[in-house]
């Protein structure tokens, strides 16, 4: 038991003050001195200088002169010095009589001997006295007695123990701050939970338009920001977890400096997970160097994520035996993820086997991504149906990968509607190709609107071919182009170009050609030929046949030539009529009439029906 009454007493009282951190050998001269000056004043018999010099010596841990001094105050009806008395009873192996003095001064109004007598019941299982002389304690004001009675009611799960945990924390009590900063963060975590929840049932109920409603319900729920405060109140005393709480706090709002400052100052304290997270902010600024050294402290300490952290540095770095080494310690310390990393190295490596017992063992142990892995590795091994209960597994368990892996898996065996349910539960967790592939199906069934919303939500999350299909579903409905009053056609750029647009910028070849054809139909020669030639690079058979065209028009029919020859070699009837056409009129008709059969070849029917008439009427020159 702590030792109480010494110093909490004595600081209430005033006869001494708190250190003042002045040079430790004038402030022992200054003990002395003053321990001498209430020697004699007890000597003299004045009882407050034996109740004070009993809790010097006490606190020097002289229990043999403290003994009699505090024995001689309590005779006397100091209510300090039997407090002290039991303290050191209690200290030198004596409960029983310690909690008999303890009552003694409790009664006289001690609030540290009746919290000291609370604690003593509690120990001996007696929760109906605790409570009492702890609650005897708190409401005198007394900081450990509030705290004690709020860690007995919040092991009973009595409501109450918030307002004893907030007294104790207003009287500067760092553990009952960081406590009571916890609890409000469960409860705010319990309030965004139930608010989830609600919006959830929301979104299943409202099928409009736009991304399911769940999504945005997240970032309307605010952190707790008392709990922030009482995280800084514990942290600024010296906590660690304290101060490891509030730099995550800090770090997910952002203000990583003074994220790192506090997770330095827990990590130098000795916390493991704080040094982890401090390799973490570290790394992520580009310092791996000293990232590497917090996370070998922490690693050291035996934190597995430190260890995993280590393992993909070394990983990185092509150093596989040191990486593997830390994956190991990491497994050893608890940690799944260094099972899992462990069958990625190997994956990486080659090594199969090794991956699949790797993968084994994590997903075993529970972990999902491992699970997912697995069964990627049967299904690639030919195993399909020693895939599929890991997919499961991994997917019931919240692997949004494994959901829309299951969905390729079933869409390949032709079950659709199960394809499509896993489809759309990956795409409600976030999965934009998921989202892609349930929309397609929409379209497919006819339900336009349903299409639209899971297109827009693949689309924003940056999928190019939902981009350029959600474009085409609103490219149906454009309306014509507005004129003005003089005929000529005014263009505003409508939102389906808008959606060409993003898919083309990345990199979508039909996207590529559509623009290019809005362009030129706005009369923006070069903008379409810039889009063209972009897409016919990437190897679009459109694209190359457009800018043929393009260039024709122009007068540049060699080089459209050239582009028509790509595009008719890739398989474009189209491209392969113009050749033979190009060929026939520079008095080539060997070379016009193979591309003529080429042509008919190619399709489609209306191309090869014109193609044949020219390879005819060649052929037929050639004969002549």
């Known amino acids: ?169 207003e009287r500067g009590h760092r553990e009952a701050a960081y406590r009571l900063a916890r609890a409000l963060d469960r409860k705010s975590a319990l309030a965004q939970g139930a608010g989830r929840e609600i919006m959830t049932r929301g979104a299943r109920a409202d099928r409009g338009t736009g991304a399911p409603r769940a999504k945005a319900t997240a970032r309307a729920v605010r952190p707790a920001d008392e709990a922030e405060q009482w995280y800084r109140q514990a942290a600024a005393r010296g906590h660690q977890r304290a101060a490891l709480h509030l730099g995550a706090i800090l770090e997910k709002r952002g203000e990583l400096k003074e994220a790192g400052r506090w997770y330095l100052t827990s990590a130098k304290d000795g916390d493991a997970r704080a040094a982890c997270a401090l390799g973490f902010l570290l790394r992520d600024a580009g310092d791996s160097e000293s990232a590497a050294v917090w996370w ?165 999350g940056g999928n190019a071919e939902a981009a350029y299909r959600l474009a085409t579903v609103l490219d149906a409905r454009r309306p014509p182009e507005s004129a003005h009053e003089l005929g000529e056609i005014v263009h505003q750029k409508t939102e389906c170009e808008e959606w060409y647009e993003r898919a083309a910028t990345q990199g979508h070849r039909r996207s590529q050609v559509r623009v290019g054809m809005l362009a030129a139909a706005r009369g923006d020669v ?35 030539a050239v582009w028509w020859t790509k595009a008719a070699d890739a398989g474009h009837g189209r491209a392969a009529l113009r050749l033979a056409l190009v060929y026939a009129r520079r008095g080539e008709l060997a070379e016009g009439q193979r591309w003529a059969s080429r042509a008919v070849a190619l399709g489609p029917p209306e191309v090869g029906e014109r193609a044949g008439r020219l390879r005819d009427a060649l052929r037929e020159e050639l004969s002549a």
């Open 526 to 560: 070069v903008e379409a030929a810039r889009w063209y030639r972009e897409a016919a690079e990437a190897g679009s058979r459109n694209g190359a046949f457009n800018l043929g065209l393009l260039l024709a028009r122009e007068g540049s029919e060699p080089e459209a």
């Open 296 to 460: 070998l402290r922490a690693a050291q300490e035996g934190d597995g994520n430190a260890a995993n952290a280590l393992g993909a540095l070394h990983a990185e770095r092509g150093q596989n035996q040191t990486a593997e080494r830390w994956y190991r310690a990491a497994m050893d310390a608890g940690d799944d993820n260094g099972a899992y990393n462990l069958g990625l190295l190997c994956a990486e490596q080659g090594r199969t086997a090794q991956a699949e017992q790797w993968y084994r063992r994590a997903a075993y142990a529970g972990h999902r991504e491992a699970a997912n892995a697995l069964a990627i590795l049967l299904l690639q091994g030919g195993d399909a149906t020693g895939a599929e209960p890991w997919f499961s597994k991994a997917a019931e368990a919240g692997s949004v990968d494994a959901a829309f892996n299951l969905g390729i898996l079933f869409a390949g065996r032709g079950e659709e509607t199960s394809a499509l349910r896993w489809y759309e539960r990956a795409a409600v967790a976030g999965h934009t190709e998921a989202a892609l592939q349930v929309g397609i199906a929409r379209l497919r069934a006819g339900d336009e609107s349903d299409a639209e919303r899971y297109l827009r939500w693949a689309a924003g």
């Open 1 to 169: 038991m702590d030792v109480m009454g010494d110093k909490a007493t004595l600081l209430e009282s005033g006869r001494f003050v708190q250190p003042s951190g002045r040079d430790d050998a004038v402030e022992a001269a200054e003990e002395a001195a003053e321990e001498l000056r209430q020697r004699l004043a007890a000597e003299a018999g004045d009882v407050e200088a034996m109740s004070v010099l009993g809790a010097m010596l006490l606190r020097r841990g002289d229990l043999d002169g403290a003994e009699p001094q505090l024995r001689a105050a309590t005779a006397a009806g100091d209510r300090a010095a039997a407090n002290n008395l039991g303290v050191l009873l209690h200290q030198r192996g004596y409960p029983d009589e310690a909690a008999g003095w303890w009552r003694i001064a409790a009664v006289a109004g001690s609030a540290a001997a009746a919290h000291a007598l609370g604690r003593h019941h509690r120990e001996r299982g007696d929760e109906p006295a605790a409570e009492y002389w702890l609650r005897q304690s708190a409401e005198q004001g007394h900081a450990l007695g509030a705290y004690a009675l709020a860690d007995l009611l919040e092991h009973r799960g009595d409501p109450g123990a918030e307002t004893w945990l907030r007294a104790s924390a």
